[in-house]
């Protein structure tokens, strides 16, 4: 499966984006997906992810009540809305799949990757 982030951008603190992973070679709904981010000089770190289902969903604790994934598996996207950003939320942002029910929130664990896409929220 092939994977394709866009919607990042500049905003300031406090503002929104929504974040769209689209993926295209296969159907999303048997994959669970996930999105990470980098920031220059840092590890990368788990955001959110969200099953097969779309019936478990996690948060990373830094980005939990600001954040919001979602799934809409007949467009093969999934969404990370992104609320009330803050500089600290500036990096790279990946989105992540693997075929599989359950929800993952390793990086390692996850096969496909899209090419990222970058957020900067300047205060």
């Known amino acids: 499966v092939q994977l394709q982030a866009s919607g990042g951008g500049l905003v300031q603190a406090g503002g929104s984006l929504r974040l769209s992973c689209a993926a295209s070679?296969?159907?999303?709904?048997?994959?669970?997906m996930g999105w990470f981010r980098q920031a220059p000089g840092k590890e990368r770190e788990f955001v959110a992810a969200?099953?097969?289902?779309?019936?478990?969903?996690y948060y990373a604790d830094s980005v939990k009540g600001r954040f919001t994934i979602s799934r809409d598996d007949a467009k093969n996207t999934v969404y990370l809305q992104m609320n009330s950003l803050k500089p600290e939320d500036t990096a790279v942002y990946y989105c992540?799949?693997?075929?599989?029910?359950?929800?993952?929130?390793?990086?390692?664990?996850?096969?496909?990757w899209g090419q990222g896409t970058q957020v900067t929220v300047s205060s």
């Open positions: 070679g296969r159907t999303t709904s048997r994959y669970g």
């Open positions: 969200i099953n097969s289902s779309g019936g478990r969903i």
């Open positions: 992540a799949a693997k075929g599989t029910l359950f929800l993952l929130t390793t990086g390692s664990a996850y096969d496909y």
